[in-house]
């Protein structure tokens, strides 16, 4: 089965180091794998060593490159230092962030507790201020520097049972235009990918399980999930220099999801 990473050289991130939060497992996962397979050394970060130590063992196997798993909390400002510092110990420097460490569940706005709330704000919205704002001095050592941050579609119109998860993926698009701004005249480039529905994740088991799937593949104009590879894919070529003059941009991976409506109850035949 063909990749959608065949098309890059094998080449076109060598030289680039990665530190990826929520990168022991799903897309994120994905997302190192391809920047080893295509050169860059990466460090991946999340809570659970056991899980990181597995994950990066398995991806320094199939590809060659330093990775390395250090575990730490996105919410805690000490341990994200402490991620960030062995990133540069053992790899020599950092010159990209992928912020992808996210909670979820499905509950509804009106029998959400405010830690449910509060506890999704700060892992996905907060944990990605945390992580950019720390990384930020490598980064502008470094140059030609990345912060990459994973949000969703959620928020861009209203989502049943999702308020704590739209209202954090709409900080992080803010985020990436803000940090656009300030940060460009430093070297360092920030865009965001917003995926739609991809198959086989934590995410979609959380969000769609069993039936409603099907309803939702009705409403994709590709009539699929997305695939892993497909986000890794477009992390890859906003780390690499054809992107050179992207920055600020978030670029939704969602087989046109977000852009159909199923106006006056029609079907998309
Ligand atoms: C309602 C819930 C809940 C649920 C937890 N809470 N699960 N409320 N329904 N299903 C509430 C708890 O009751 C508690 O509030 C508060 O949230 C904190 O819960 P903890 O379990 O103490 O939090 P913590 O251990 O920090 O775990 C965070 C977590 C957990 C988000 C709750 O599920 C987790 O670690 N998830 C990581 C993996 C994950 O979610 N992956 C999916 C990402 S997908 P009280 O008031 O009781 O103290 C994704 C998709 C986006 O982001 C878009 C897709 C289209
Ligand atoms: P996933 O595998 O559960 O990824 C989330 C990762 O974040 C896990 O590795 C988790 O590891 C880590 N994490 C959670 N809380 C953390 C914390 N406090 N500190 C550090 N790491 C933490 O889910 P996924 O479905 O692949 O989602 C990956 C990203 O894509 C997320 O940003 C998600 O919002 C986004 N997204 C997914 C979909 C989809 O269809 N799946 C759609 C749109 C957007 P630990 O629990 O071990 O810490």
Redesign the pocket.
Known sequence: MPSPLDVFRGDVLAGHVALVT?GG??ICRGIAAAYARLGADVCIVS?KQDVLDAAAAEIRAATGRKVIGVAA?V?KPDEVARAIATTIEQLGKLDTVVNG???????PAA??????????I???LNGTFNVARAAFEALQKAGDSLVLNIS???HYHG?PL?IH?SA??AGVDAITKNLAVEWGTFGIRVCGIA????AE????????PGEIDKKMMAGIPARRFGTIDEIAAAAVFLRSPAAAYVTGHVLVVDGGHCVATPALGMSFG
Do not use: H
């Open positions: 929520g497992s799903g809570r909390d919410r460490a996210a909670g979820n569940f499905l509950a029998g959400l507790s405010p830690n449910g709330f509060r506890t999704v700060d892992i996905d969703a579609t959620l989502t999702q998860a954090a993926k995926p739609g529905p991809i994740t934590e995410g979609m088991k959380r969000l769609a």
